[in-house]
């Protein structure tokens, strides 16, 4: 059964959110096909640009995907 996971990164540094969202990369297994990164934007949008930026062209993300939700970015590692 395919598998989608989620990672909050509120309240953490730029530097802090790319580590933690790297980590959960690292220990996805290959029946998960999306990763919600929680950033939040009510704070501002240095979490959000900088996930976005950061894995646009990450060799296990296939695209990024945006939704209704300006908190949330979607990355999407494979298709179903």
């Known amino acids: 059964m395919a598998a989608f996971e989620q990672i909050d990164v509120h309240n953490m540094t730029r530097q802090q959110a790319i580590a933690a969202i790297d980590a959960r990369l690292r220990r996805c297994k290959g029946d998960v ?44 590692l494979r298709e179903l």
């Open 33 to 76: 096909y999306r990763l919600r990164v929680i950033h939040g934007f009510h704070g501002g949008t240095v979490l959000r640009d900088a996930v976005r930026a950061h894995y646009r062209n990450h060799p296990q993300v296939l695209r990024i995907e945006l939704g209704l939700n300006q908190g949330d970015t979607e990355l999407v």
